[in-house]
T-cell receptor, first 112, second 113 residues
Framework: EPEVTQTPSHQVTQMGQEVILRCVPISNHLYFYWYRQILGQKVEFLVSFYNNEISEKSEIFDDQFSVERPDGSNFTLKIRSTKLEDSAMYFC??????????FGPGTRLTVL | SQQGEEDPQALSIQEGENATMNCSYKTSINNLQWYRQNSGRGLVHLILIRSNEREKHSGRLRVTLDTSKKSSSLLITASRAADTASYFCATDQIYNQGGKLIFGQGTELSVKP
């Protein structure tokens, strides 16, 4: 069964550094999402992406965040200058039209 | 407004017992979904119930939806130790063009052998 994949599974970075989290959505899906989950808390929506542009973003998704679909298969989340509070599990999801979302296994980001 | 608040926050039962988790939400929805998350792992989709449905079954799972009360419940029958996980409801709000999901705080279920 097709799966959403994410790399790396765990990323450790120093505060102020840039990180890029990578996702490969399921190939025929058209809608893409990033969510995050701070340890022990609920999953929070960050951004949705469709037709090569952001369709919606949350208050969390400030100017430090950006998303890109550079080559038609990868979907990336970039955090330009990481803060301690960016430490969280980041989930990518994708879906075809009028269907449920499929989540990847997540990338655990630790900012030191 | 906050969507998808679950109760209880934590539930501990013996293997073989039924587990019931509840979810309430505030705005109108297209559908409501339940996900499971094992500790520190990814989200596994369990079941989706549309706003025009009242009940849905999948194996040992039974989900109900009451749109007049803006609430849903997830029942796991004959629980097993392997059901130990966190369970989240997530809503797809009406007028939501992007299809984002709003998750609740989750219920941590512990099934003791």
């Amino acid at each position: 069964e097709p799966e959403v994949t994410q790399t790396p599974s765990h990323q450790v970075t120093q505060m102020g550094q840039e990180v890029i989290l990578r996702c490969v959505p399921i190939s025929n899906h058209l809608y893409f999402y990033w969510y995050r989950q701070i340890l022990g808390q609920k999953v929070e929506f960050l951004v949705s992406f469709y037709n090569n542009e952001i369709s919606e973003k949350s208050e969390i998704f400030d100017d430090q965040f950006s998303v890109e679909r550079p080559d038609g298969s990868n979907f990336t989340l970039k955090i330009r200058s990481t803060k301690l509070e960016d430490s969280a599990m980041y989930f990518c999801a994708s879906r075809p039209p009028r269907a449920t979302q499929y989540f990847g296994p997540g990338t655990r980001l630790t900012v030191l | 407004s906050q969507q998808g608040e679950e109760d209880p926050q934590a539930l501990s039962i013996q293997e073989g017992e039924n587990a019931t988790m509840n979810c309430s939400y505030k705005t109108s929805i297209n559908n409501l979904q339940w996900y499971r998350q094992n500790s520190g792992r990814g989200l596994v989709h369990l079941i989706l119930i549309r706003s025009n449905e009242r009940e849905k079954h999948s194996g040992r799972l039974r989900v109900t939806l009451d749109t007049s009360k803006k609430s849903s419940s997830l029942l796991i029958t004959a629980s097993r130790a392997a059901d130990t996980a966190s369970y989240f409801c997530a809503t797809d709000q009406i007028y939501n063009q992007g299809g984002k999901l709003i998750f609740g705080q989750g219920t941590e279920l512990s099934v003791k052998p």
